[in-house]
């Protein structure tokens, strides 16, 4: 698990897939746009936003990926992109999860309020 991350994912059901990743449903503020020659094909409203999955920071790997570690570097910059290459990288999707990534104090506030919330 990635230490900036706090989650209710149930790591339960990510322990019966090896090499795999917690995939969350992409979160965001902003709309999104895709585009091609620098033309917009598609915008769509956050609202509208659906089957886009994100790394959640949380992995149940073999051991055997340890050789495969670089001396330098993160783990989804280096090993993931060759494992899913290969076809030897799995995820499992969880959707209705808590979850955050504290990047910024902001974070850490906005973190701060929701888990007083939950023990109160």
């Known amino acids: 698990i990635n230490g900036d ?3 209710d994912i149930d790591l339960r059901k990510l322990e019966k897939s090896l090499n795999s990743i917690a995939a969350i449903e ?9 585009t091609e020659d620098n033309k917009v094909t598609k915008f769509r409203e956050k609202k509208e936003i659906s089957n886009v999955w994100m790394n959640a920071g949380i992995y149940h790997l073999s051991s055997a990926v340890l050789k495969d570690l670089p001396k330098k570097g993160d783990i989804e910059k280096t090993v993931f992109p060759d494992y899913a290459k290969k076809g030897t990288l799995n995820t499992v999707k969880f959707t209705n999860t808590k979850w955050y990534s504290i990047d910024s104090f902001k974070d ?7 888990v007083e919330k939950i023990i109160k």
């Open 5 to 7: 991350t706090i989650t």
């Open 26 to 34: 992409l979160r965001t503020k902003f709309g999104i746009m895709e």
């Open 108 to 114: 850490m506030e906005e973190c701060s309020l929701e």
